[in-house]
């Protein structure tokens, strides 16, 4: 655990992507047993979706649910990855998409 002020890379940071219709992109992160991550995105997207897969590949937990703000849960203490998927934005230039957690990802 970082000490105050002091930023270590043993835990992520909160991400901004920019995403364009159907569009996706995967950011890596670590997280706590039972820690939720979360996404939302501008008022031009219509869906989004999260799917968070192990250090092995394997999906572990996903919230494809037709909404724009997803949560999915880590099952256990490591290292993950989470694919974000934009299934619909409405402008041309694309829609911004924030990815945190309860914990300071």
């Known amino acids: 655990v970082a000490a ?3 930023m270590t890379t043993d835990f992520a940071q909160d ?13 890596t992160g670590y997280f706590l047993q039972g820690e939720n991550i979360s996404a939302n995105c501008d008022s031009d997207c219509m869906d989004l979706d999260l799917f968070l897969y192990n250090e092995m590949g394997a999906m572990v937990d996903s ?6 703000y997803p949560i999915v849960t880590a099952p256990y203490d490591g ?23 309860e914990y300071g990802f």
Do not use: K
């Open 15 to 27: 991400r901004t992507v920019w995403l364009q219709d159907n569009e996706q992109t995967t950011i």
């Open 63 to 68: 919230d494809d649910a037709v909404d724009a």
């Open 4 to 6: 105050v002020g002091i």
């Open 79 to 101: 290292t993950f990855q989470i694919q974000v998927s934009m299934p619909s934005c409405t402008h041309m230039a694309g829609c911004g998409v924030a990815v945190s957690s």
